[in-house]
């Protein structure tokens, strides 16, 4: 499987302001995900990632509240934009092999973000 | 799209019993059914997955089974141990999803020793 890591694990923000979350693969990968996890929850698809082309956002998210970067094949972050208490949850990232054989998906360990 | 129902939502089962959790799918076009354990704090963990192409898979204690006609695909954990204990997610892919997987709701299972 893929090592994925994420900083930060955990953070308590102020409302009103923003936090950039990092992902970061140790090999290269194409497709890459961001999730939101409310607390007991299931998980939510954000957007996908791709390298080289915008990020593509699921219905009920826009880019001016959660911008994403994918700079290359390895990494990319996620700003959660003008935050309120309703945005406390877990973010989490994930990868598919480029190698898989058919779309295995690897999540990162996930931020927790408390907004206050 | 795809709408994936997990049940049971929590499960309750003494030490070395078996835990059986199930999901249905409404895609026919789905064909990829991956399963996640979660634990406390952590990201969710790939612990097995199927293809549509397959009815059956085992890895020493666990095993899933998939009923295409019938759209529903299932987790069976046998000899259950106290780590079991874990939110477990199923979820679905189908082929023009571009990778992006619909989950269940969760099952929380709970070891008792």
């Known amino acids: 499987s893929a090592v994925i890591s994420q900083k930060p694990s955990r953070d308590i923000c102020q409302r009103g302001t923003s936090l950039t979350i990092q992902c970061q693969v140790d090999s290269q990968v194409t497709m890459m995900f961001w999730y939101r996890q409310q607390p007991g929850q299931s998980l939510t698809l954000i957007a996908t990632?791709?390298?080289?082309?915008?990020?593509?956002?699921e219905s009920g998210f826009v880019i001016d509240k959660f911008p994403i970067s994918r700079p290359n094949l390895t990494f990319s972050t996620l700003t959660v934009s003008n935050l309120s208490p309703e945005d406390s949850s877990i973010y989490l990232c994930?990868?598919?092999?480029?190698?898989?054989?058919?779309?295995?998906?690897?999540f990162g360990p996930g931020t927790r973000l408390t907004v206050l | 799209g795809e709408n994936v129902e997990q049940h049971p939502s929590t499960l309750s089962v003494q030490e070395g019993d078996s835990a059986v959790i199930k999901c249905t799918y409404s895609?026919?076009?789905?064909?990829?059914f991956p399963w996640y354990k979660q634990e406390l704090g952590k990201g969710p963990q790939l612990i097995i997955d199927i293809r549509s192409n397959v009815g059956e898979k085992k890895d020493q204690r666990i095993a899933v089974t998939l009923n295409k006609t019938a759209k529903h695909f299932s987790l069976h954990i046998t000899e259950t141990q106290p780590e079991d204990s874990a939110v477990y997610f199923c979820a679905a892919l189908t082929t023009d999803s571009w990778g992006k997987l619909q989950f269940g709701a969760g099952t929380q299972v709970v070891v008792t020793p």
């Open positions: 895609d026919s076009a789905s064909n990829y």
């Open positions: 994930s990868v598919v092999r480029p190698w898989s054989s058919y779309n295995e998906q690897f």
């Open positions: 990632a791709n390298q080289g082309s915008e990020a593509t956002y």
